[in-house]
């Protein structure tokens, strides 16, 4: 079902946050909440407005991916964030964003949530949740679009997405509600972005590596048009993922894709 005013208003009601969920932006469906955040974010420097959408005609993943986005039983998100920090700096909301998503899962869940590097979040295995967070210049305002969206109801997949997606109903058996979800998850986010803002990076990473099973498996990384194999050790304080390759060497990336072998 759409958000009605009334479910726009509750989730308005429940937030504790400073700035995040002030505005709150609804659709039954939009072609991207990015993309629609991106438009909004021409038009003024306000900070912290969300975009909501019970669907999606032309949800984006990362490296040019779609992303489901079946009307009803998932939770489609952006939130416009106007932070200084340097344009390579954008990676650190995406660990924010995933700190917030795996405490928010893990509120909710009987089966436990874990952060995939670099914007995964799995529940035994699957994805249950992705993250894009876009740097943005429209007309001369400029900011930091965070996308997320969570498989909260899904009851099947695409068959070219069974083997790798899947729901917090599937994983729990049973039907999660989607508002408090995503209250919990805006009061979060608040709460360790206002975390980087303040202290930095550091407790971020820390939250981060707890929250995932990732450290000490076997990984393949690929980076552009190299590829690594070893094993995956930490996040560093950096928020880069250190792998020990198998010729043993250590090495800190900033970004790449990685496959879990083990
Ligand atoms: C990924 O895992 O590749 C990232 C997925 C991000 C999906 C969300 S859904 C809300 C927002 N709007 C989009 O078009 N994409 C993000």
């Not at 039954?28 to 038009?43: C, F, P």
């Not at 670099?118 to 965070?146: M, R």
């Not at 899904?154 to 899947?166: C, E």
Request: aromatic fraction near 6%.
């Amino acid at each position: 079902m759409p958000y009605s005013k009334e479910d726009q208003q509750w989730i308005q009601n429940q937030l504790r946050a400073e700035h995040i969920g002030r505005e709150i932006i609804t659709y039954s469906s939009v072609d991207s909440t990015n993309d629609a955040a991106k438009r909004l974010i021409g038009e003024s420097d306000k900070e912290g407005t969300v975009i909501l959408a019970d669907g999606q005609t032309q949800g984006k993943g990362r490296q040019g991916r779609t992303w489901h986005s079946e009307e009803n039983v998932g939770i489609y998100l952006s939130i416009v964030l106007k932070p200084s920090l340097r344009p390579e700096q954008i990676s650190q909301i995406t660990l924010v964003a995933g700190v917030a998503l795996a405490q928010t899962i893990n509120e909710f869940s009987r089966v436990r949530a874990h952060l995939k590097w670099p914007n995964d979040i799995l529940l035994n295995g699957k994805k249950v949740a992705g993250i894009l967070t876009e740097n943005c210049q429209n007309n001369a305002h400029s900011g930091i679009i965070l996308g997320v969206g969570i498989n909260v109801n899904h009851s099947q997949f695409p068959v070219s997405l069974q083997r790798i997606a899947t729901s917090m109903a599937m994983e729990n058996g049973e039907i999660f509600e989607r508002l408090p979800l995503i209250t919990y998850f805006l009061n979060h986010l608040d709460q360790e972005y206002r975390c980087l803002l303040d202290e930095g990076l550091a407790p971020i990473v820390d939250q981060w590596n707890m929250n995932s099973d990732m450290f000490g498996r076997q990984v393949f990384l690929a980076q552009g048009t190299q590829t690594y194999s070893g094993t995956a050790m930490k996040l560093n304080e950096k928020g880069h993922l250190v792998v020990l390759t198998d010729d043993g060497e250590e090495i800190g990336f900033d970004s790449g894709e990685i496959t879990l072998l083990e």
